[in-house]
């Protein structure tokens, strides 16, 4: 899900875990847990982008890092509200923090070094925030805490924060490696968009509320906060039945439409629950078409075909970076030429803004895979939108509404 979302799914469980013993500051650090797997995107600033892109949800969003890390970072924080060996805990937190990272990546497809890079990285990232908030109590001076939050209750905290990110981004399609360093496998439940209004909003404006409240209204406060988590998870709880709803909807649809398939895929589209693209694969091409729950008929209509094409990657088989895009895609794919030494590499899964699938900037997600001189085959991701995205968002709003 996307940044707001985890941290106000990080700053509510924060606050049901200590929010009676130190007040908002149980917010704030269940907002930077809700934050800390994420911070994994820094692997972009130190390395390439199909290395990124592998790293990104992996062991930071795996169960093995949120048994681990809590206790790390709740050590951590207790220490430096007590003011106790903080150079200590500071250097045991990233030697710790850094060591668990590196190998949990070690199955990672990409280099050793790159790894130590991206652990290096994240590891500073980790530990900036309880540095800067202990960098702030010493330049006030403060050395007494009206609160006695132990290291248990500070692992608890980040436990919850931390443990919560990965199962909320399992709901999207972009894929969650859970079972890191064990498995690669990515768990894709399909049944909310990476950022959905409908769930945040609510959301936040009742952690808002419980925020201002503050600890003299506590019964107030854990009410209002206590409604956010009720109203969110009911809300996900509909996208799952919803989600049940789509696949009976999309097999009735190929079974209607006499669509030989050997797998097939539903999600919703970007921002929304209520319009949904359903994806069959065939043996030479992928069939597609959209749905909302808002139409008239329960029923997928006008399938695009898409041709695979995956032939045309015959040249590029066996490069480190094909192998990783296709292990991404989960095999959603298909192929373009582009030009006479390029080509695109279209991801199906995140669908089209535009509903079409005809020209290169039509694919939100793509890579164009070209050779460098040394005959290897290296990818990057592709930037091209289509010209005009206020028609393309029109287009897509009317869809959603039913309206075709």
């Known amino acids: 899900m996307d940044s707001l979302t985890q941290i106000t799914l990080g700053a509510a469980v924060g606050e049901v875990v200590l929010g009676k013993k130190v007040g908002n500051r149980a917010m704030l650090w269940g907002a930077i847990g809700g934050t800390v797997p994420d911070?994994?995107?820094?692997?972009?600033?130190?390395?390439?982008?199909?290395?990124?892109?592998?790293f990104h949800r992996a062991i930071t969003h795996s169960f093995a890092f949120a048994a681990l890390a809590p206790i790390i970072l709740g050590g951590l924080v207790h220490h430096i509200y007590k003011r106790q060996?903080?150079?200590q805990a500071l250097g045991l937190s990233t030697a710790l923090i850094f060591l668990m990272i590196a190998l949990g990546s070690v199955t990672m497809p990409a280099p050793p070094l790159e790894i130590l890079k991206v652990a290096g990285a994240i590891t500073a990232a980790i530990l900036f925030f309880p540095l800067a908030s202990w960098g702030v109590q010493a330049i006030r001076g403060t050395t007494d805490h009206p609160w006695a939050a132990t290291w248990r209750d500070w692992s608890w905290l980040f436990f919850w924060a931390i443990f919560t990110h990965p199962l909320l981004d399992a709901c999207t399609t972009y894929g969650t490696q859970l079972f890191r360093p064990f498995w690669d496998y990515r768990v894709a439940f399909n049944n909310i968009s990476?950022?959905?209004?409908?769930?945040?909003?609510?959301?936040?404006?009742?952690?808002?509320?419980?925020?201002?409240?503050?600890?003299?209204?506590?019964?107030?406060?854990?009410?209002?906060?206590?409604?956010?988590?009720?109203?969110?998870?009911l809300y996900?709880?509909?996208?799952?039945?919803?989600?049940w709803h789509i696949n009976r909807t999309f097999e009735a649809s190929l079974q209607r439409e006499d669509i030989p398939y050997e797998r097939y895929m539903t999600s919703p589209t970007i921002l929304n629950n209520l319009l949904w693209q359903g994806i069959a694969e065939g043996d030479t091409a992928y069939y597609h078409s959209l749905y909302s729950i808002l139409d008239e008929e329960a029923v997928f209509k006008g399938f695009t075909v898409i041709p695979k094409q995956h032939e045309?990657?015959?040249?590029?088989?066996?490069?480190?970076?094909?192998?990783?895009?296709?292990?991404?895609?989960?095999?959603?794919?298909?192929?373009?030429?582009?030009?006479?030494?390029?080509?695109?590499?279209?991801?199906?899964r995140f669908g089209s803004l535009n509903q079409s699938f005809e020209k290169p900037s039509d694919f939100v997600?793509?890579?164009?895979?070209?050779?460098?001189?040394?005959?290897e085959w290296h990818a990057r991701q592709g930037r091209e939108q289509p010209r005009d995205m206020d028609q393309a968002f029109s287009k897509l709003w009317n869809r959603m509404m039913g309206r075709k």
């Open 39 to 54: 911070l994994d995107v820094f692997a972009n600033m130190v390395t390439d982008e199909i290395s990124a892109l592998a």
């Open 236 to 243: 996900l709880a509909f996208t799952f039945a919803n989600k």
């Open 194 to 233: 990476v950022a959905d209004p409908a769930y945040t909003l609510p959301f936040l404006l009742l952690l808002l509320t419980a925020f201002i409240a503050g600890r003299k209204r506590q019964a107030l406060r854990t009410r209002l906060n206590i409604a956010g988590l009720v109203v969110s998870s």
């Open 85 to 87: 060996r903080i150079g």
């Open 365 to 375: 997600f793509h890579f164009i895979l070209e050779q460098d001189e040394d005959g």
């Open 312 to 348: 045309l990657l015959r040249p590029a088989e066996g490069s480190r970076d094909l192998e990783v895009l296709q292990w991404f895609s989960d095999g959603y794919y298909c192929v373009f030429e582009r030009g006479d030494t390029a080509l695109q590499y279209n991801d199906l």
